[in-house]
């Protein structure tokens, strides 16, 4: 089995910067997504990890460490758009994807 | 990326009746992924739609109560099966595709079902 693991809420201010976290445990793994939820929406794709290190787009950042079963997504520069559910999900083998419990992101002013 | 249309967005429900969620792809796809989102809750894998062969369910769904037919490589459908309230989610339907290696997920705008 696969356990994925992800803080429930997180809140920052407009402008800074959020760190969310998400560890996992699995076998086979082969590679790692984040998305974002608005409320109401469909998932959208953020970034996808498969080897260690840091993934860099824009004002969003990715990084992970197989070896620790950790990954986390920065978020710079925080806009209030920027609110929405944040799923980490892990890819097992060559399709199987399970998401994780997913953080809850409010950007206040 | 590929797009990806649902339907019915949305559909309130009797208790013990079913209903059948289409899926339409812009291209064709190898695999299709039926995920349901329960209210304030993340997406659980329900089954993988191969075209030419039977769904592969993940623990804890069955064929009988969620039977899904995949005709062709564009297209899908899920049927929840005599609904009860605790069948009231998003129901999402998704594909593969992406860039070489990534392969990250599209996923349809959803089917909110409410089963009264």
């Known amino acids: 089995g696969q356990n994925i693991d992800q803080p429930t809420e997180m809140t920052a201010t407009e402008g800074a910067i959020v760190q969310i976290n998400c560890t996992y445990q699995?076998?086979?793994?082969?590679?790692l997504f984040w998305y974002q939820q608005h409320a109401g929406e469909a998932p959208t794709f953020l970034s996808y990890?498969?080897?260690?290190g840091l993934e860099e787009k824009g004002r969003f950042s990715s990084f992970l460490s197989r070896s620790k079963g950790y990954s986390y997504l920065l978020l710079k520069e925080l806009q209030m758009k920027d609110s929405a559910s944040y799923l980490c999900?892990?890819?097992?083998?060559?399709?199987?994807?399970?998401f994780g419990t997913g953080t809850k992101l409010q950007v206040i002013p | 990326s590929a797009v990806i249309s649902q339907k019915p967005s949305r559909d309130i429900c009797q208790r013990g009746t079913s209903l059948t969620i289409q899926c339409q792809v812009d291209?064709?796809?190898?695999?299709m992924f039926w995920y349901r989102q329960q209210p304030g809750q993340s997406l659980t894998l329900i089954a993988t739609?191969?075209?030419?062969?039977?769904?592969?369910?993940e623990s804890g769904f069955v064929i009988d109560k969620f039977p899904i037919s995949r005709p062709n490589l564009t297209f899908s459908t899920l049927t929840v099966s005599n609904m009860s309230p605790e069948d009231s989610s998003i129901y999402l339907c998704?594909?593969?595709?992406?860039?070489?290696?990534?392969?990250?997920?599209?996923f349809g705008e959803g089917s909110r079902l409410t089963v009264l």
């Open positions: 739609a191969n075209q030419g062969s039977e769904a592969t369910y």
């Open positions: 999900a892990v890819r097992r083998g060559y399709q199987k994807v399970t």
């Open positions: 990890n498969v080897l260690d």
């Open positions: 699995t076998s086979g793994f082969n590679g």
């Open positions: 291209s064709q796809v190898t695999m």
């Open positions: 998704s594909v593969q595709g992406g860039k070489r290696g990534a392969g990250e997920l599209f």
